[in-house]
């Protein structure tokens, strides 16, 4: 008799199987969607294919498409993180503190150098500590992470507005705001930083021993533990990552706004959730590539600036948001199903 398979190796076989079968109707069909919106938009709205459009597109895109990267790496292992738009906006905060204490009005270039990347390393150790520590009670207590990312969300915002009394922080140097607009043969930097952010964030999920763990333990935790991979360390670097990945939005955030507050993007938490699920990430984990969340955020973006263009309320296009989520939730929960009525 032959032996059965042991968990480890069931783990496998699981994720491989995953891997192989793709996002529910996989980046072509996104692609499609995203070439059907364009070009339904462009034949009702005079305008709407026009360069003035593509470069509204990719400044408003970045700050949202960074988020959702945040969020996408811990949605890979089966969690979640609640926390990225209070990491953000935190991290913001203290880099505009840093600079509007230490700078003054003489400063040379020089000393405006040291106190920016002074700034930035303040915002970057942030970020690293509270993904560490969202990590490690993620890790070491079991706890699940909607619940230790709701509770360090609630105390990061809690502290962010205590600080500010909820106030907007402003008196960054005038090269935050260039930057926020500036152009590189036509593309705005904050778009080249997503794109930049994407790939090597892509490159890690789909190419590192880390990102593969992260789809084993999001496919199977238990048999993950069987291949002698440590997971509470993966979950620690999970959440640091994502953390990290709220830095580089807090750059593009303070560019972007030329200041920072505890309110900004709260409406962003659940469109990052949207746009992964709509790209292919499996919200169980196990399964999920950067290439259909860009996608996704193209799509989701197309819809808001087509809805914005014709005149439409924002609450409506919320609603949209809304509904393709619901529909794309069902269509993953009945295809397992199709799938095996077609087999018998």
């Not at 002074?118 to 619940?147: E, K, R």
Request: glycine residues 12%; proline residues 4%.
């Amino acid at each position: 008799m032959a032996e059965s398979a042991s968990p480890a190796d069931a783990g496998l076989n699981a994720l491989m199987t995953r891997l192989r079968s793709g996002a529910p109707g996989g980046s072509p069909g996104l692609l499609a969607l995203l070439v059907v919106l364009v070009a339904g938009f462009s034949v009702s709205i005079p305008g709407f294919a026009s360069g003035a459009t593509l470069q509204s597109f990719m400044l408003q895109l970045p700050l949202l498409g960074l988020l959702s990267l945040a969020m996408v790496v811990p949605l890979i292992t089966g969690g979640l993180n609640l926390a990225i738009i209070a990491t953000t906006n935190q991290c913001a905060m203290l880099m505009v503190f840093v600079m509007r204490t230490l700078l003054t009005p003489e400063a040379g270039n020089a000393t405006l150098l040291g106190v920016i990347l002074l700034a930035l390393l303040a915002g970057l150790l942030l970020c690293v500590a509270i993904g560490l520590v969202t990590g490690a009670l993620i890790a070491y207590t079991g706890v699940h992470p909607i619940l230790v990312t709701l509770g360090t969300k609630s105390l990061i915002d809690g502290i962010s507005i205590y600080l500010t009394r909820g106030q907007a922080q402003s008196g960054i140097p005038d090269i935050f705001a260039r930057a926020g607009t500036a152009l590189v043969l036509g593309i705005p930097v904050s778009f080249l930083v997503l794109a930049g952010a994407a790939y090597l964030l892509g490159l890690v999920l789909r190419k590192t021993p880390f990102g593969i763990s992260c789809a084993m333990i999001g496919s199977n935790i238990e048999a993950t533990r069987f291949s002698a991979i440590d997971t509470r360390r993966v979950l620690v670097g999970v959440y640091t990552l994502s953390s990290v990945m709220c830095f580089v939005a807090a750059l593009v955030s303070l560019a972007l706004f030329n200041s920072a507050s505890a309110d900004y993007g709260q409406s962003y938490l659940l469109v990052t959730i949207l746009a992964a699920v709509l790209g292919g990430v499996d919200p169980f984990g196990g399964f999920g590539k950067v290439s259909g969340l860009m996608i996704a955020l193209a799509i989701l973006q197309v819809i808001s600036s087509g809805f914005n263009q014709l005149g439409l309320s924002p609450y409506l296009t919320a609603a949209i948001w809304g509904l393709v989520l619901i529909a794309v939730m069902a269509v993953q929960t009945i295809r397992p199903y199709l799938s095996f009525g077609r087999r018998r």
